[in-house]
């Protein structure tokens, strides 16, 4: 059985999404009590009673708990914190006010980087969230490359978003994707020359301060390299995962291995790897490896995780993408929308939804004679 530390331990890959910070570390773990049949019963505060990802607490505690040798079940128990322990929180963390759930509403929030640029991120980006869209998802896209935005104009968007009437940036929304980017908030193509600071404050205004509601997905297309911006995001979304996007070639490959090394030092996981110009076909059917071969699939069994996909290069996809509008929209057949389609389908494999367990009903003959009362939904039967 383990002891009273240990679980506490296992308590911190617990991670509170919208204060970014594990749950031992906020002080919200209110009781811890161990039983001799090897139960535990853990009591989580909450920072709202109305809190709407209690369940994912409840999940993740049941998990990191669960994991410890000798724990049979785990109970998970909710309160809410008192004035006074809201109030310590915030001198704490040095905030005028916890957070109202922002990104409480998102369930999955995947980093798109790439290591160097030119290899086609923010249009892998750009499509990606389509992509995700034409599945029937909710998504957003937040433009992180702040020096290189160019999601803005891959939509056909600009203009500065509104703001709510709860002081909330409301994003724009094209194709049914939610979109932000500082593109919105200078002139345009003008230049950003931020230090790190700087950078820091506005991405946590673009998680915190956006009224993103609920998403299945938000996509962050990161900026090249290993910099400032890819170790913020990293510290503000802990629970992020990493999709790398790499040409075939050895070069780029061995360039983009880099941003998995920052990933894995920064607590990142890397999910997946994209390949992207892998090869251009004539109209005739003849194939040219211009950027070499195997480069996508290398990265991925070195780091050993899926290749989602090998994305052809094709006329459509770079002119749909100065158009304003993805190309798996316009031409959801051609092959580089197809293959995208193909990586989309992937990343949603990549994040299964929790089924809900459903409790059969007592027999005819056991209602009323002091049986548990049947519990759960009937579903209509043909």
């Known amino acids: 059985m383990p002891t009273h530390d240990e679980i506490l331990k296992s308590l911190e890959a617990v991670i509170d999404p919208e204060l970014r910070r594990s749950i031992v570390e906020l002080g919200m773990v209110r009781s811890i009590d161990q039983h001799p049949d090897g139960s535990v019963d853990v009591t989580v505060s909450l920072t709202t009673p109305g809190c709407p990802i209690r369940s994912t607490f409840e999940t993740a505690v049941r998990t990191a708990v669960g994991a410890l040798d000798g724990v049979t079940s785990v109970g998970v128990a909710f309160d809410v914190l008192s004035a006074d322990e809201k109030a310590g929180l915030q001198q704490k963390l040095g905030r005028g006010s916890l957070p109202a759930g922002a990104l409480a509403q998102v369930s999955n929030v995947v980093c798109i980087g790439s290591g160097k640029g030119g290899v086609g991120k923010s249009t892998i980006t750009a499509n990606l969230a389509a992509a995700l ?202 092959p580089a929308a197809q293959s995208i389609r193909q990586a989309a389908r992937g990343l949603i494999a990549m994040f299964p939804v929790e089924l809900p367990v459903f409790q059969a009903a007592a027999p005819a003959d056991a209602v009323g004679s002091g049986a548990p009362e049947p519990v759960g939904i009937s579903l209509p039967m043909a």
């Open 133 to 334: 869209a034409a599945e029937g998802k909710t998504v957003g896209v937040l433009d992180a490359d702040v020096w290189g935005y160019s999601i803005p104009r891959m939509f056909g968007v600009q203009g500065r978003p509104p703001v709510t009437p709860d002081r909330k940036i409301q994003p724009f929304e094209a194709g049914g994707v939610k979109i932000m980017s500082i593109g919105f908030f200078v002139e345009e193509d003008s230049a950003v020359v931020w230090r790190g600071p700087m950078l820091h404050k506005a991405l946590t205004q673009f998680l915190e301060d956006v009224a993103w509601g609920e998403l299945d997905f938000l996509l962050v297309d990161l900026p090249p390299g290993t910099g400032d911006v890819s170790m913020t995001l990293a510290q503000l979304l802990p629970q992020a995962k990493f999709v790398i996007v790499t040409t075939p070639q050895a070069t780029a490959q061995k360039v983009a291995r880099r941003s998995a090394e920052m990933a894995h030092k920064v607590n990142l996981e890397v999910g997946a790897v994209i390949e992207n110009m892998a090869g251009f076909v004539t109209p005739s059917g003849e194939r040219f490896a211009i950027f070499g071969e195997g480069g996508g699939a290398e990265l991925a069994d070195e780091l050993d995780v899926p290749l989602l996909a090998r994305v052809p290069l094709t006329m459509p996809l770079r002119e749909q993408a100065d158009a304003g509008i993805p190309l798996v929209v316009t031409d959801p057949d051609d």
